[in-house]
């Protein structure tokens, strides 16, 4: 599986922060890959010095039949 992350943009103070970004997943064996495109939309929080991700959404873009 590969997993690329492109557009990220980060918004927030000192403590807190909330960033989104495009994420490409692709998976299977070669000749028999598929690319799943989505959104993460994630918060993020510092705790001892460190930024930690509190929580991610992820939005699939799923085709609509």
Known sequence: MRHFTS????RGDGERA???CYVLAITGTP???SHTPG???DELVKQDGR????????????PQD
């Open 7 to 10: 557009n990220l943009v980060v």
């Open 18 to 20: 909330h960033s989104e």
């Open 31 to 33: 000749g028999n890959m």
């Open 39 to 41: 959104f993460y939309d």
């Open 51 to 62: 930024w930690l991700l509190r929580s991610r959404r992820l939005s699939l873009d799923v």
